[in-house]
């Protein structure tokens, strides 16, 4: 199952290595990657899209996100594919 997960990042060198090895290490495979830079320039909008196994991807997305969260540089984690969007 395609997963979107957005952070909101410390923009310093190295937090986007550290970010994919937090995905990587549990042998998830990003699809999509996307770094945005904001207004604030030491704040930036790291985007990826993972695919998950079928079986038990809403606990295995929950699990990462929480992971990311935790990670020094990570301000917020949110895992976007549920999210309704409206335009």
Request: net charge negative; no cysteine; proline share 5%.
């Amino acid at each position: 199952m395609y997963r979107l997960i957005q952070l909101k990042v410390v923009n310093r060198p190295g937090v986007l290595h550290r970010i994919t090895q937090v995905v990587l290490k549990p042998h998830y495979n990003i699809d999509s990657l996307s770094l945005i830079a904001t207004e604030d320039p030491k704040i930036s909008i790291i985007t990826i899209g993972v695919r998950l196994p079928e079986e038990k991807a809403e606990e295995q997305a929950t699990l990462l996100t929480l992971t990311l969260e935790k990670q020094v540089d990570v301000i917020s984690a949110l895992d976007m594919t549920s999210l309704e969007t409206h335009f």
